[in-house]
């Protein structure tokens, strides 16, 4: 069996993907050699075509399309990615970080909407989203309050506006579905609630609790690349 390409489908409101998932990437293929990558998706304005969730779902199954053999992982809205894109022959594991399993139907927008306190977004002069009242200090505080101040800097750099379609639109498929997946529940995330992360955990075949922040893929990379050689060793 050849080894399989890990593809890493990031959160919404950021671009340059790749830079999210070095830490854990670099790690994983120091100890494994996996080759792994960022999805570039449209709806961030990382591609030339733009788009919305549909658009970011096509993204992932033409990287699918790519290799024989995929470990996908979901951070974020990236699981809301991995659903809508449905099943493919190529997807052996699926890893969520702080993520979601939503049915049919669900769109981001509606598992947010029952949030205590969801992240403030308002739309732009050019019709799509950004996040609301938040700098520098603010955004890592919430976000990666377990990483150094370069980090969390270099974090709020790559912030950006997101297709409002990203967030709108229901999701038609269910890509989690029969494929063997472990959930990750960041415990002392401030971005998405200990609750709703459970919720969607229990979807998934198993589930693990890590003591971090929303961003374990970058102030922990050894418990995420952990939970990757898991998969390794089926």
Known sequence: ??????????????????????????????????????????????????????????????????VPDAIVVGHSYGGTVIAEAGPHPAVRHLLLVSSYLPPVGASQGSIMSSEPDPVAVRPDADGRIVVDGYDERSFGARFLQ?????????????????????????????????????????????????????????????????PTGHHPFITRPDLVARQLEAFLRD
């Open 1 to 66: 069996m050849t080894s399989p390409t890990v593809l890493f489908v990031h959160g919404a409101l950021v671009r340059d993907g790749d830079w999210w998932w070095a830490p854990t990437g670099d790690l994983l293929r120091e100890r494994t050699g996996i080759v792994s990558r960022a999805v570039a998706l449209p709806s961030c304005g990382e591609t030339d075509t733009g788009g919305g969730l549909q658009e970011d779902a096509a993204a992932l199954r033409r990287a699918l399309d790519e």
């Open 146 to 210: 377990d990483a150094d101040a370069a980090t969390q800097r270099a974090a709020w750099d790559r912030v950006t506006s997101q297709d409002v379609r990203a967030f709108g639109t229901p999701t038609s498929a269910e890509g989690w579905a029969g494929v063997d997946s472990t959930a990750v529940v960041c415990a002392e995330d401030r971005s998405t609630t200990v609750a709703l992360q459970r919720e969607h955990a229990a979807r998934a075949t198993r589930s693990v609790e890590l």
